[in-house]
């Protein structure tokens, strides 16, 4: 996460208290059952699906990771370990994090908020659903256990906590777990707080409850009487335009009786915070002196003034919202240029300059604060308090702040996302704390040290202290695992697993092409399409994928003309135009002008570049903007597209998708994060609402003008923001004047993404919070795509359209590529063919084949793949012989149903190789040596240079392809 900061004021939003939120009519969040069910029908989809076997490769990268929820160590053997990713699964490491397996990829969800694992038996439990509170937290559907470390899980229940705090195991009975359950992100449940179970997770009791806002976050256990626990719960209440991040029920509990009942520590007379400004809190016992206790809060209250700021001359935004005319022209040159340059103002308006309009009346003084303040925002001149650390040495009966100044620079306004805080076991008063940074305290909290280093990255979730070896950490962040031996002096970097967290992703027309991508707070990268993940880059030097860009990275557009040219960014519309090759650099974010209010952009700002003109590009705030020149001039085409904002911290009223039809250059279309549709036929002129008639108020997650008929176009809604999983997916023949539901059959996942083949009208595709659908009958079905594929969030897909390949942009796995080759010849008469085989690719033929580079390798195998489509699952006969019918080879393949790709070694069966030896010479050239087959290392003989038949035989219906072995083509001289 990029943090963007204004020196002088601060942004706050007025809102109303979370009651307020939810007096206010929203749509009906998704019952557990129902997405359950979905995950029914999503395994349905998939037994089901004529596309399991498309084949479908990861192409990373794995460098800069993704963002870690939590870790879990063994104690006596620290290079075996478990880490939690928030949308990329669960994955095992038994080498130091040289290497990992995931295990959690085919449950109903991925994402993680903790993990517990009793070490005695490898026994591991998980509780889904992230506990950051991000806006890419996705929800859970409880907790699960799995007793063979990792193989095979068992659901345990919970299915509305969505979002777990803690896990907290029984150090001595099995049976008995406890769970921190934070609950729904974005509405108001009752399945929230503590809860525990005595029989293993069957059965679960809630023993602590607050409220339908207010959830356990953190749980800690006395390993000295486990009868002792202590809970804290987070009260706070997310919507798509505003979070209120603190409450009255934040606070601390204490159970002495196993957790059965609790009693509230953080009382107004306990020393600790309390009211309506207490946010997260993180707690941290010392094992071994239990009466220690720590808590991180994140106080949200404000600061209080500094006396000394009381006889400043600094000129502030409330001074202006009131100052006359005459007043005005009265401050010095030198304060107002101050107030210009510390927020930003283009060099155009200096302070003569504004004088001036306010001298002839253009403007008034206030439209200085008007021009940096959207009409739903308000400001104030006082941070929050932000990060703060208490103690305790009666065991939470009292409390005391350990630290004097404000911890600047911990948390910013961000403590949602952190909340983590460990005591080293042997050593009461050194502190680890988890927040932008990753702090150290020797002193019990007086005083800090960051443990930064250049390959670790920022914002910290998750940290294991070695109980046995002082200074042994391992530490998981944004950017994924660090391990340390030195307390955070050195750390070495363990990104193996490809688990980053792409919003998006784009090509270019290079040969062969390149993937682009913005990721979660790990920039833009973009790399070559045939990169496999390994090591070899260590010794190489030279990583394949180059970044591009730092912060947040956001779409992406190439003009292939050049292939250098690019459009991309970082969050809130911080776009430029980049050259990959010169390194040239040009903002081309559009601004608003002196008496306007500020643009309103997404966090995912929309870009679009013109497929019938590349030095056009279009981009969205809550306005039309349209460049002609590359960016160099961005203009502001339209009023507001969306339904006008609404009050809050976060950016709302904003454009999410922009699109213009491959048919008719300027037939646009817009969608909003409230729900709004729009079209143009005039270059983005004059527009039209389109979105009156289809349910209201769910992100317009994207929309795709259609390829193949000027007034199609596709619409997917989600309603993740409002814990709404339904489908929402529509087509329109009209322009969007009427709407016809898609996907009938699509299970209750959130639709991220939907496009469209380019070479098959009939072929859609669907990317959701759980994978990639494709449908063959334009929407009215779908099926799911690729066994291989986990059951990750999809964010973006592109299909490329010279090599046939779908780019699949997961927010949580990197980048997966799915080959279409075969999926877009899936035409009605081919799907009513019993049996049909594709062309094969031909092979190049080496003298090589069979055997060993050196006497430690295995010899080189070659093989071609036989690509069929099979009506009726069953047992496949396929005979290889050549042109004359000489018959080299037959075996069979156990096939499914739809498409199948039978493997063939190239190898000639021995007992027909005197006879293919003797075809070889008969057909030979008269100039060409007599061939003999000889031995090779594998002990087969394989087709030399020639054509071949394969015939394919299943239930009755036989059909024939061919192939060609090609000859070694000659060095040129």
Known sequence: MKYFWLSVLHLIIITGPASAQQKEKQPAATKAADRLQGFTQRQKLTSESLLLNVPVRSVGPTIMSGRVVDVNVSLTDPTHFYVAY??????????????????????????????AVDWQTETIW????????????????????????????????????????????????????????????????????????????KTWQQTLFINENTGGIDLEIDVKDPNILYAATWERTRRAWDFVEGGAGSGIYKSTDGGNSWVKLSTPNSGFPTGEHVGRIGLALYPTNTNILYALVD???????????????????????????????NISDQALTAFLEVNYFPKKYSANYIKTQVQRDLIKPAALVEYLEDANTLMYDRPVIGAEIYRSDDAGKTWRKSHLNYMDGMYHSFGYYFGQIRVAPQQPDKLYLLGVPLLKSEDGGKNFTALDAPNVHADHHALWVNANRPGHLVNGNDGGINISYDDGATWLKANSPEVGQFYSVAVDMEQPYNVYGGLQDNGVWYGPNTYRAGAAWHQEGNYPYKRLLGGDGMQVAVDTRDNATIYTGTQYGNYFRLNKKTGERLSIQPKHELGERPLRFNWQTPIHLSRHNQDVIYLGSHKFHRSLKKGEDMQTLSGDLTSGGRSGDVGYGTLTTIDESPLKFGLLYTGSDDGVIQVSEDGGNKWTCISDKLPQNRWVSR??????QKGRVYAALNGYRWDDFRPYLYVSEDYGKNWLPLGQNLPFEPINVVKEDPRNANIL???????????????KSFMRLAKDLPAVAVHDLVVHPRDNDLIIGTHGRSIYIASLEHVQQLTEFILQKPLHAFLIRNQTYSPDWGHKSYTWQKPLEPQIVIPYFLKNAGPVNLKITTENG????????????????????????????????????????????????????????????????????????????????????????
């Open 299 to 329: 106080n949200q209250g404000r600061r209080v003034a500094d006396p000394n700021e009381a006889n400043t001359d600094q000129l502030t935004r409330n001074q202006l919202r009131t100052l006359s005319k005459a007043e005005f022209l």
């Open 126 to 201: 998980v509780g889904t659903g992230e506990n950051n509170s991000s806006r890419s937290s996705y929800a859970g559907t409880g907790i699960y256990k799995s007793s063979d470390k990792g193989q095979s899980w068992q659901y345990l229940g919970l299915p509305e906590s969505h979002h777990i705090g803690r896990i907290v195991l029984h150090p001595q009975n099995p049976q008995v777990a406890w769970v921190a359950a934070l609950g729904h992100l974005y509405s108001p449940n009752p399945e929230r707080g503590l809860y525990k179970t005595t029989d293993g997770g």
């Open 86 to 115: 928030a949308s990329g699964g669960l994955w095992k490491t038994q080498n130091n994090g040289i290497s990992f397996t995931p295990v959690f990829d085919r449950e109903a969800v991925m994402t993680i908020g903790d993990i």
């Open 765 to 779: 595709y669907v990317g959701t919070d759980h994978g990639v659908y494709l449908s063959l009958d334009q929407g």
């Open 703 to 708: 929309i795709t003008a259609s390829s193949f």
């Open 886 to 973: 000489l018959v080299l080879k037959t075996f069979s393949d156990t096939g499914e149903i739809g498409l199948n790709y039978a493997v063939y070694d190239l190898s000639v069966t021995d007992a027909e190789q005197e006879k293919y030896q003797r075809y070889l010479n008969e057909v030979r050239k008269k100039e060409v040596t007599e061939i003999k087959l000889m031995a090779t290392d594998s002990g087969k003989q394989y087709l030399r240079p020639g054509k071949y038949l394969v015939a394919l035989e299943a239930a009755g219906t036989r059909v024939t392809q061919d192939f060609v072995i090609q000859g070694l083509v000659p060095p040129a001289k």
